[in-house]
T-cell receptor
Framework: QQQVKQSPQSLIVQKGGISIINCAYE??????FPWYQQFPGKGPALLIA?????SEKKEGRFTISFNKSAKQFSLHIMDSQPGDSATYFC???????????FGKGTSLLVTP | ETGVTQSPTHLIKTRGQQVTLRCSSQ?????VSWYQQALGQGPQFIFQ???????GRGNFPPRFSGLQFPNYSSELNVNALELDDSALYLC???????????????FGPGTRLLVL
């Protein structure tokens, strides 16, 4: 069964806007929550990751918000750019280098 | 670029055949994991190798097997191919410390397999 649920399936945002993608998980043993960005024909590339001991992590225009009690985490892309158009996957694992459980992905389109 | 390479980039096989996919890990990494990504889906964990031994497996049948070599390159073998095996196969390398703590995984570009 899907251990990580991701929404929305697709998202269209205007250039300069904020893109928000949400994920929820059930397994409380998960202790590592990365986001990957994937362009067509490429493998997933690590964007940003968080552990449950912090509620927010920011790297440039990308921010992860983490709500441990709700078992939810989200990716915010500020000042979205057309080059951000890609598929984004959230994931969760027990121990960062072990089996990653991925969401189904969100296809983001940033229009000029 | 992650430094993880995979070959071949594309492959076409027929049902019932066997296939071997290859991965070369990033320098300094000692774990390798394989994932299957069906079209429009997120990657699914197949298994992980550490110190040349299988170190965990996802919900995949035994006809999916692997090898990790001393130079940390790896192979994924799939026997008795089925139509549903058509997918992008990704390998990801990382490093494990002696304490067992593992570091972030980095993905290669994948091998796209089509089974006819």
């Amino acid at each position: 069964q899907q251990q990580v649920k991701q929404s929305p399936q697709s998202l269209i945002v205007q250039k300069g806007g904020i893109s928000i993608i949400n994920c929820a998980y059930e397994n409380t043993a998960f202790d590592y929550f990365p986001w990957y960005q994937q362009f067509p024909g490429k493998g997933p590339a690590l964007l940003i990751a968080i552990r449950p001991d912090v509620s927010e992590k920011k790297e440039g225009r990308f921010t992860i918000s983490f709500n441990k009690s709700a078992k939810q985490f989200s990716l915010h892309i500020m000042d979205s750019q057309p080059g951000d158009s890609a598929t984004y996957f959230c994931a969760a694992s027990i121990n960062s280098g072990y089996a990653l459980n991925f969401g189904k992905g969100t296809s983001l389109l940033v229009t000029p | 670029e992650t430094g993880v390479t995979q070959s071949p980039t594309h492959l076409i096989k027929t049902r019932g055949q066997q296939v071997t996919l290859r991965c070369s890990s990033q320098s300094g990494h000692n774990t390798v994991s394989w994932y299957q990504q069906a079209l429009g889906q997120g990657p699914q964990f197949i298994f992980q190798y550490y110190r040349e031994e299988e170190n965990g497996r996802g919900n995949f049948p035994p006809r999916f097997s692997g090898l990790q070599f001393p130079n940390y390159s790896s192979e994924l073998n799939v026997n008795a191919l089925e139509l549903d095996d058509s997918a992008l196969y990704l390998c990801a390398s990382g490093s494990a410390r002696l304490t067992g703590q593992k570091e972030t995984q980095y993905f290669g570009p994948g091998t796209r397999l089509l089974v006819l």
